[in-house]
């Protein structure tokens, strides 16, 4: 038996076989199959890259205009010009492989691009990155879908958004990570899925873990490999001493959410998917107080469009049965990095083009989102929330924005619905100024996670400042009281969407702050329910 420990995610006991996840070998590693193949090979990818920009050049004059397709063709261009072509053959010559000249060819004219003057040029960086890209992917041999065969474990290096997106989620009963923080995403996925999970834990996540045993404990933060019969029994019953408290809980589904005094709380959801909307209704919450819109941008090679979101705002909407959504737009960027975005490399990607940002400068992304929500409101109550908010005119930039789609939607004849505009307060700037931002929408809701992260100036994904990430800090205390009271103020409701939400161990003071609503992982609605409803206040 080995005993170990790691940082506890999501409490409760999880007894299971292993399933080690492996990362795909990074296609710049390949070996050259001598220069022939190569040549062969990349020629035949480009030839697939410039049929996939053909597709994506009529799909997008169809649904956004040609001024909006130019961009694929440009690239088309790009994929068929000398400079690019010549240089690649010239790595395959000297014994490169084609994905890994392709690869560095990329990067070599990306920064050439990056340092010209003229800033037409300069953007087209980004182009240049895309295609190699696009390449690079065509070049790479399938990756092995992950699969598991019965329920289990799964140990992993780490795991980002988009290899998450992909999981068996059904078969998993627990994760076990030798990376990740404990604000990571992936953090955030195992808390809305209820399963209890370890990040950094001490143990590499080596093949020859495959089919063995192991015991989590979620709550204490530790593991057992290979455990002794006494550790199973042990384990086995505090499972099933869980499991019955758990079934407590029940008695608090359907019931209003209240405290003894009166108080009403609203006891929302947080979700990434419409798969999500099942644990919402068995977890007993009450509505969706985040749907984060980046999970329909992860796992894909290409954008969503406007139908594919709307089927999936539709079918979260449907699900809910009359219960309301809060759908919050996109917020990739930062530690959400999509590669046919093309975004940039950052220095400070926290700090740099995320959120808001990007939807205010890119039309193109920000239409479809808005057009498939207007379009989803005419089915059941919608929200929509706008994240990494700074400022007023952001504001206002937003909502002449949702004009224009409402007018758009009106003109064409497809059915729109009522759409309440909120923004969330992750910023400090935002909280500072949450007097004057009340003004002009109809909700808060408080990105704890960000908010933290902004205010003490520590980045939530580097784990080695674990110990001084601190969510109870006065000053982030002081800002959501802060929120909370300009939010009523103004007349409006303010509610909590991060983590911090469903700490029970300051349910009394957002009660006491006067917030309106908790949105939690669907698993802690009952908790929380049976904590406010036992609350003096
Ligand atoms: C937050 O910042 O608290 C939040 C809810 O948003 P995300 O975790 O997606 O950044
Ligand atoms: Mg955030």
Known sequence: MKQGTGKAVYPGIAIGPVYVYQKAAAPVQAQ???????KAAFDAACETAKAQLAALYEKAA????????????????MLEDLDFLEDVEARINSGTAAVQAVHETGEMLAAVFAGMEDSYLQARAADMR????????????????????????????DLNPSETVQLPKDKILAFVTKGGSLNSHTAILARMMNLPSLVQADLEPD???NGKIMIVDG?????????????????????????????????YRGKPTVTKKGQTVKLYANIGKPEDVKAVLEGDAEGVGLMRSEFLYLGRTDFPTEEELYEAYRDVVVGLQGRPVVIRTLDIGADKQVDYFGLEHEENPALGYRGIRICLTRDDIFRPQMRAIYRAAALGKVYAMFPMIISVQEVRKIKAFCEKIQAELKVEGLP??????????ETPAAA???RELAKEVQFFS??????TQYTLAIDRQNTNLDEFYDAHHPAVLELLRMIAENAHKEGIWAGICGELGADPTLTETFLQMGYDELSVSPGRVLELRKKICESEG
Not at 62 to 76: M, N, S, T, W, Y
Not at 132 to 157: H, Q, W
Not at 418 to 425: A, K, N, R, S
């Open 219 to 251: 709550k204490k933060g530790c593991y057992w490999l290979e455990p002794d019969e006494k550790t199973l029994e042990e384990k086995t019953a505090q499972q099933a001493k869980e499991q019955k408290e758990k079934q407590a809980l029940e008695a």
């Open 416 to 425: 729109c619905g009522e759409v309440e505009l909120g923004i969330m307060i």
């Open 432 to 434: 500072v100024i949450s």
């Open 207 to 209: 093949e020859a873990l």
């Open 32 to 38: 050259s199959c001598g220069a022939e193949k190569e």
């Open 62 to 77: 169809k649904e956004l205009g040609e001024e909006h397709a130019q961009i694929f063709d440009v690239q088309r261009m």
């Open 446 to 451: 408080v990105g704890t996670n960000d908010l």
């Open 130 to 157: 895309d295609i190699a890209a696009r390449v690079v992917k065509v070049l790479s041999p399938e990756e092995a879908a992950f699969t598991m065969d019965e329920p289990g474990i799964l140990v992993a290096d």
